[in-house]
């Protein structure tokens, strides 16, 4: 067979299609519990799902459905002599399974050493070990809270085994005749790898990388685990080639790291190629302020600055393979769809709409078109990259969360990511909070108040960067600041950003009562 990522645009997505129908057949309506009990409940059968037709009736499943039960979402067949285990209606285990944990028993395929260390029955040990390598949730981590309760995602060692591995090769991604100027992931590329030690997918994902791929990364665990200042010491003598870092963070690391070297604490990063965000979205501004310190920096001339998308209910992040590629979504272990946010009917090639994906393959957690509420822009195009010659549903454009990213203040529907970008970008400014607050606080009915918090880049002189910023950000807004109030210590402030959630910087905090 073919290449799967070297198929053609539509013989990838039949197959993608072809191998998900097939998954909510076999596995979702007989051991699905959420699933296999809303579908009997609007009297679908296992075979009506043959077409992509038959596919779009079914429902599209959100946060508000999931959240209540995370549990209702972890495929679970039930064992014979075991069937109280299982406290939903789900099927017994299918015979064709269990035959196949008997073949893996028998044969030791795939390699398990656990029977050198102690006595195993070929049945309850042997078989039943395989059976829980299958099922059994042995990992989840949760979202980071910014949008709401924390919701985990679990996985099996069959994730481990089957899955993950193929999705976390894709770090290896070049086009057949590399353009040898241009920086990539070699086998031999250091990685430093700056996400909070947290039970997030960002720092699980570079983990979990190194160990199934055999790429090299040194796991900071974050500022708190290891100060800024300490870890760009190491990154420098240890001459690391690439960071993965949330963008917020990174915007903070980088501007340090220029300080220490224009106080001669390190020497210029020549050897630093690129960082890959993950997290959070890059605007194209943020991307340049990264080149810009980068220039500062001394790295190499070909630095890249690598965005992606994941959360934590999809269980991994996918990356561009190039500045500007596009994010690089997996056809094979999902079916990926943009819908239109009000008719959730899908959307044309390349036109904004709200991501929407299917698992297909995986245990432990699962999801069967589930509504990110995200918004993507630029869209999706299902074609082969002009960088890398690989097929692949390409997202494009910036994304934000269909609902939550706008705002009205002052009576103007603001877009928050604009405001922010706006206060970022002003010249003079190196830190910042913005908060939206009443006159009168805690009164709705008084008037929207926003407040910028800024600390001063060297050398600037505050009367000239308030009415920068005040300008600027009506520009881009139409709303104007109320006050500008400088402040000093960088540091509180730069720690405030992540003190919610230790992993995303708040840049804005809405104090007001109510608001759309
Ligand atoms: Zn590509």
Request: net charge positive; aromatic share 12%; with cysteine.
């Amino acid at each position: 067979m073919r290449d799967f990522y070297r198929l053609s645009p539509d013989e990838q997505r039949r197959r993608s299609l072809k191998s998900l129908f097939k998954y909510i057949r076999e596995y979702i309506f007989p051991y699905h519990p959420f699933l296999r009990k809303r579908y009997l409940e609007l009297g679908l059968k296992p075979g009506d799902i043959r077409g992509y037709d038959d596919f779009l009736k079914l429902p599209v499943v959100t946060k508000a459905d999931y959240r209540p039960d995370p549990r209702a979402f972890i495929l679970q067949p039930k064992f014979p002599g075991r069937e109280d285990k299982i406290p939903y209606d789900t099927e017994r285990i299918h015979v064709k399974h269990l035959l196949r944990y008997i073949y893996q028993a028998l044969f030791n395929k795939p390699k398990d050493y656990a029977h050198l260390f102690r006595k195993m029955p070929f049945f309850q040990g042997k078989v039943g070990r395989r059976a829980a390598w299958e099922w059994m949730p042995i990992h989840f981590h949760a979202s980071a809270g910014t949008t709401g309760d924390p919701t985990p995602a679990t996985y099996t060692y069959h994730d481990f085994l089957y899955v993950l591995p193929e999705l976390a090769s894709s770090i290896f991604t070049e086009p057949d005749n590399p353009d040898p100027n241009r920086p990539r992931v070699e086998w031999d590329s250091k990685n430093f790898n700056v996400f909070p030690g947290t039970p997030h997918l960002a720092f699980f994902q570079a983990v979990i990388s190194k160990f199934l791929t055999g790429m090299a990364s040194f796991d900071s665990c974050g500022g708190k685990v290891i100060p800024t200042e300490e870890q760009i010491r190491i990154f420098s003598q240890q001459e690391f080639d690439s960071i993965s870092a949330v963008p917020s963070y990174m915007t903070y690391w980088l501007r340090t790291a220029v300080e220490m070297l224009k106080r001669g604490e390190i020497k210029p990063l020549h050897h630093l190629k690129g960082v890959f965000m993950g997290g959070e979205p890059v605007s194209p501004t943020l991307k340049q302020y990264f080149k810009d310190r980068g220039r500062e920096l001394g790295v190499h001339p070909g630095f890249r600055v690598i965005g992606s998308f994941g959360m934590t209910e999809v269980k991994w992040a996918f990356m561009e393979c190039e500045e500007d590629s596009g994010i690089h979504l997996n056809p094979k272990f999902y079916f990926w769809e943009l819908l239109d946010p009000e008719t959730r009917m899908p959307v044309g090639e390349g036109k904004p709409g709200v991501l929407v994906f299917s698992h297909i393959g995986w245990r432990g957690t699962v999801f069967i078109r589930y509504w990110t509420g995200d918004l993507v822009r630029g869209g999706i195009r299902w074609e082969k990259c002009r960088f890398c010659d690989r097929t692949a549903p390409l997202l494009f454009g910036s994304i934000c969360r269909a609902v939550k990213d706008f705002t009205k203040i002052k009576g103007t529907r603001v877009n928050l990511l604009d405001l922010i970008s706006a206060v970022r970008d002003t010249e003079g400014v190196s830190s910042f909070r913005i908060i939206l607050d009443k006159e009168v606080p805690g009164d709705e009915f008084s008037r929207d108040v926003i407040l910028v918090r800024v600390v001063l880049r060297q050398g600037e002189t505050r009367e000239v960067v308030e009415k920068r910023i005040k300008d600027h950000v009506k520009a881009v807004t139409e709303v104007t600041p109320d006050k500008v109030v400088f402040e000093v210590d960088e540091k509180a402030l730069e720690g405030e950003l992540f003190q919610k959630t230790g992993i995303k910087a708040e840049y804005l905090v809405d104090k007001r009562p109510t608001h759309i």
